[in-house]
């Protein structure tokens, strides 16, 4: 007699996969079979990493340096990160107080399972990036939803934080510049924010993933500088893949108060041991040959941000779409409402009918709008908000 094999946990039942993946390997997955796809889904620049990063890890890969390294992630790497914070943002930090990780993901991970026990709250605003939810819930703990509409930019406000803290509030997360909406917030708005966050005294995991990737003179704001008790409690994450599209290359950071970056350290001993070792090189290079990721990096500035212009102003050409000029990132988030369509059923029919991907907001816990990204070719945008349009006129509003 066999015995069915018990159901699986409930962190495996309960975990939903990325939607955002999903999206874009269906994309993929229909170019590679020949279909005349337009994607929009990319959740990552559309560059090759620059040659100088590439260079450096095979260096060090020729060099054997190929077995485990410190947890905490190389200590020159942790030197550099620190120095690069000094530089652009005047916050002091000691190599102490960096953790680099397999990846911005993970970084979040861990600042979410260092300061969050199950059944504790963590505000996040909608709409959020996939990953959130799903991290907090795999810690044991609860998010809570805030939506913030386009017409108010897509940003928290602190009257909403302060209606949406409980007792067991623990943590609010903060992006900016987010994925999926590109809004930055400015200063005067975060330090808003972070005074309730303080008077609370609330953990703040500020996810500045997209800090390098700002247009039209937006300024990056790095929350840790706000003010004395804003640094004593956030959590920084940040990373490699976006900025210098290395994202394939598995390496994020995490800055912190030094106690809670030890804990983290801790944490990723027992789940990974350490980042890739000779990955960390091509960091490494990144952060030191400063004059060639500077030309590298306005490359890839100069080609999103012409897009995210065109492809603006090209969604506000379509009757009944509306769409509000980002300043970060390389998302636009336009609003789909007026069809009167799920924004599922809106991306699968426009997937179907049109050959065109994009992610619905629905994934980002936002109803009633489409995440575009626009690391892509000019072509491709080109083409795929002309279909696009197409398909938006042969929908009844
Ligand atoms: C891409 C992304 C990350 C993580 O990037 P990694 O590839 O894991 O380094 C984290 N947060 C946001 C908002 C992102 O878009």
Known sequence: MTTAPRPLSAWARNISPSPTLAVDAKAKAMLAAGEDVCSFAAGEPDFDTPDHI??????????????????????????????????????????????????????????????????????????YWVSYPEMVKLAGAVPKFVLTPDTTGFKLTPAQLEQAITPRTRLVILNSPSNPTGAVYTRAELAAIVAVAVKHNLYILSDEMYEHLVYDGAKPVCVATLSPEAEARTL????????????????????????????????????????????????????????????????????FDRRRKFLHDELNRIPGVKCLLAEGAFYLFPNISSFGLTSADFCAKLLEQEKVAAVPGSAFGAEGYLRLSYATSDEIIRKGVERLARFCASLKR
């Open 236 to 303: 920084i994450v940040a990373g490699f893949s976006k900025t210098y599209s290395m994202t394939g290359w598995r390496l994020g950071m995490l800055i912190a108060p030094a106690s809670i970056t030890k804990a983290c350290v801790e944490l990723q001993s027992q789940m990974s041991s350490n980042p890739t070792s000779f990955a960390q090189f091509g960091a490494l290079a990144a952060l030191t040959e400063k004059d060639k990721t500077a030309a590298a990096l306005k490359v890839m500035l100069t080609a």
């Open 54 to 127: 590439k260079e450096a890890c095979i260096t060090a890969l020729r060099g054997g340096k190929t077995k485990y390294g410190p947890t905490a992630g190389m200590e020159s790497l942790r030197a550099a990160i620190a120095e690069s914070y000094a530089t652009n943002y005047g916050l002091k930090v000691t190599p102490a107080q960096v953790i680099v990780s397999p990846g911005g993901k993970y970084s979040c991970y861990l600042a979410i399972l260092a300061t969050c026990s199950p059944g504790d709250e963590v505000i996040i605003a909608a709409p």
